[in-house]
């Protein structure tokens, strides 16, 4: 057997996960998500652990007695974050609660949650800066658990899910860079993917 087309690869190990960034969508009168943004990015520091989770549907088809073809959708990702800490009101926000002067008034029936974009960055131990960014996201899911304090101590955490939406069948459910750069320029490997607005969101999230 050749060996001559064998090229090793040693891609560096994760250090730590960075910050997490959100910016609410500008959704249209029927709640439904748009290619709108608005100018600003919360960036949070506060991230201990991320976990993203593929929602596929695998479908074979059979012919002959024996499976012919196989097809795999990835609708949405379920994005679980354990926080140190999250702002109240802007928890408050993503499940859709009605705030007003910092008050919030929460379960008031039936309520359409906001879309948003979610971003999150991975830190490599070379240096690198994976940036993985959800343009359509909602929150489906949030935990709060208080616990008395001790002698020892021992962190109190914040979890939430965040599902990730497709876009559209061309654009995905998620935009990554996994450069050192940042997505500044014509040159940019996603100029051709997705919209001005989320070009605009990128740049900024080192």
Same mark, same amino acid.
């Given at each position: 057997?050749?060996?001559?087309?064998?090229?090793?690869?040693?891609?560096?190990?994760?250090?730590?996960?960075?910050?997490?960034?959100?910016?609410?969508?500008?959704?249209?009168?029927?709640?439904?998500?748009?290619?709108?943004?608005?100018?600003?990015?919360?960036?949070?520091?506060?991230? !201990? #652990?991320?976990?993203?989770?593929?929602?596929? +549907?695998?479908? =074979?088809?059979?012919?002959?007695? /024996?499976?012919?073809? @196989? %097809?795999?959708?990835?609708?949405?990702?379920?994005?679980?974050?354990?926080?140190?800490?999250?702002?109240?009101?802007?928890?408050?926000?993503?499940?859709?609660?009605?705030?007003?002067?910092?008050?919030?008034?929460?379960?008031?029936?039936?309520?359409?949650?906001?879309?948003?974009?979610?971003?999150?960055?991975?830190?490599?131990?070379?240096?690198?800066?994976?940036?993985?960014?959800?343009?359509?996201?909602?929150?489906?899911?949030?935990?709060?658990? !208080? #616990?008395?304090?001790?002698?020892?101590?021992? +962190?109190?955490? =914040?979890?939430?899910?965040?599902? /990730?939406?497709?876009? @559209? %069948?061309?654009?995905?459910?998620?935009?990554?860079?996994?450069?050192?750069?940042?997505?500044?320029?014509?040159?940019?490997?996603?100029?051709?993917?997705?919209?001005?607005?989320?070009?605009?969101?990128?740049?900024?999230?080192?």
């Amino acid at each position: 057997m050749p060996t001559n087309n064998i090229a090793e690869k040693k891609p560096s190990v994760k250090l730590t996960v960075g910050a997490q960034y959100i910016c609410f969508n500008t959704m249209d009168a029927n709640n439904g998500w748009t290619n709108a943004f608005e100018t600003e990015v919360v960036k949070l520091p506060t991230v !201990t #652990q991320v976990q993203v989770t593929d929602n596929a +549907d695998s479908y =074979d088809s059979y012919a002959s007695g /024996a499976i012919y073809d @196989s %097809d795999t959708d990835v609708p949405t990702k379920d994005i679980a974050v354990t926080n140190l800490a999250f702002p109240d009101l802007l928890l408050a926000r993503m499940k859709g609660d009605t705030v007003d002067e910092g008050v919030v008034v929460e379960g008031k029936g039936e309520i359409a949650r906001p879309y948003f974009a979610y971003g999150i960055v991975v830190l490599k131990k070379n240096g690198e800066k994976d940036l993985r960014w959800y343009p359509k996201c909602k929150l489906v899911e949030n935990s709060d658990s !208080t #616990q008395t304090s001790t002698d020892s101590h021992s +962190d109190q955490t =914040d979890d939430v899910t965040i599902r /990730a939406y497709r876009m @559209s %069948d061309e654009n995905g459910i998620a935009i990554r860079l996994p450069h050192r750069q940042k997505a500044e320029g014509d040159n940019c490997i996603w100029r051709k993917r997705t919209n001005r607005e989320q070009l605009r969101l990128l740049p900024n999230l080192y």
